[in-house]
Structure formats: C-alpha cells, structure tokens
C-alpha cells in the first residue's frame, strides 16, 4: 500500500498507460480522479476500476476545462498529493501536411494541456507532492510523420526541469516517464491504415532492444515508483522505459 491516502488526479486515464496506472494506484491503497474527453470511455474506465473513481470529463485542450476538472477534485478530496499529467494524442503528418490548425491542435493537448494541468493542480498539492508527466521516446530519436508530437514532447521535457526547480522549494518533486512502444489503442488513433500499422509496428519492434512492445502495466509501476515515497529524492528526471528502444 504505497500510496495508502494519497489522492491521485490522473489525465488521459480512461486508456491505455493512464488506465492501467490507475488500477496499480487503486490497488496501492490511493484515492483516484481520472480525466477523460471521451464521455463513454470514461464510463467504461469507470467500470473497470470497479466505480470506485472519481470521473471527470474535460477536453484538456480547454484551460477552463483543466480549472472545471481541478475543482471537482477539490470539492471532493480538498488536496492532490500526485497529478499524472499522461494525457496525448496525436495524428501522423509529413513535413508538407502540416497546417497551422494542426499544429495548434497538438501544441494544446500535448504542451499546453500538461502545462495548464500542472498550473491549475499545484495550489492543491500538498508538501512531499508529486507529479509525473507523459513524455516519449520520440524527444530523443526522430521519426518520420510525427514531427509535431515530437516537438511537444520535448517541451513537456523541459518544463518538467523548470517546474521542477519551482516547485522544488515547496517541496514537490516534478518528473517524466517516458514510454517506448507501449501495446495501447495509441496507435489505433494516429491514422494510418491497419496495414500501415502493422508495417510500423514490425519496424519498431526491430529497433526495441527486447524485441516487443512494452505492456502499459510495466509503465505503470516506473510511475508508481515516481508517484511514491520510493523516490524521495528524485526530481526533474526522465525515467525511460522502452526496453532499450533509445539507448542501443
Ligand atoms: N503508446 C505508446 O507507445 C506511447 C509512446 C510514447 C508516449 N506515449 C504517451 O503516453 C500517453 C498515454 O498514451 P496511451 O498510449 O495510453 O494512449 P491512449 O490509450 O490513446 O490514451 C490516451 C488518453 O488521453 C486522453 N485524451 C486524449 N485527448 C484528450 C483530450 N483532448 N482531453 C482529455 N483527454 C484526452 C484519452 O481520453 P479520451 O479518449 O477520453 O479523450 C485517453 O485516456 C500519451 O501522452 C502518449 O503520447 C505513448
């Protein structure tokens, strides 16, 4: 029981990495309000954690939505003790098929979601605090089409350093989890064809050094140990679970 009374507010925790973090948070004893824009994923999540969840529906691209989802957690827990801003979407695009509109799109969930998700969550968190952000494999290496998540992510990186040093004064520890290629409906949205998919996906898994896609299971416990006492002395890091994807 890790996380015994804490309170966990986690973005984007109706799939995938996030899901499966809420489960293990669950499970370790914390209190947990998952955010979704999808109102029947939301429900479906609900379900799977077995209802004892706070749900919230908010389009993170909206900052009044972020204060809207911040205040349900207030009136219901009055503290946060561990944000998991992992909420991330986003669409292949070239070089030539990138517009203005795209790229604002992606800037506002991916960047500016976890920045407005941090700022409005902060008042609420208490000393010995933490907050664990989404970032990916695609800021270290370069990928063809994803050009703009790419770039998001790597901001995101940044202000994890940046927050971290101001927040570290009050005590709370600012970090990232990075993913490799995690098993996730991720992929099933950034569209491309299934053939498309399947041709990635083999090409991916040749340049993993264990050879597979990571389970979202196995990002959930490098988040758990970022989300807990474990890591008391650890801030403005990146932990990397990738199998290798990034370093051979
Ligand atoms: N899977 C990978 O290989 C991989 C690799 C590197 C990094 N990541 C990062 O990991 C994070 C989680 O991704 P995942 O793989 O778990 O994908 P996922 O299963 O598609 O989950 C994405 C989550 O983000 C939420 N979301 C998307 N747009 C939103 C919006 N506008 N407002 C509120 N919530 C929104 C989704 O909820 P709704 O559907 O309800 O909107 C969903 O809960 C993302 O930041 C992604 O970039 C994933």
Redesign the pocket.
Known sequence: MKLKNKVAFI????????LETAKLFRAEGAQVVI????AE??AEAGKELGGEVLLVS????KVEDIEHAVEQARAAFGRIDIVFA????STVAPLEAITPAYVEENVA?NFAGVLFTIQKTAPLVPKGGSIIV?T??LNTVGKPGLSVLAATKAAARSLVRTLGAELAPRGIRVNAVS????A???YS?IGLTDAQLTEVAAALTEQVGLKRFGD?AEVAKAVLFLASNDSSYTTGVELVVDGGLTQF
């Open positions: 973005t984007g925790g109706t799939s995938g990495i996030g955010v979704g824009s999808n994923r939301l908010a389009d993170l691209r992992n909420a991330g979407a969930l989404t990916s494999f993913p490799g290629t995690i996730t409906p991720f949205k979202p």
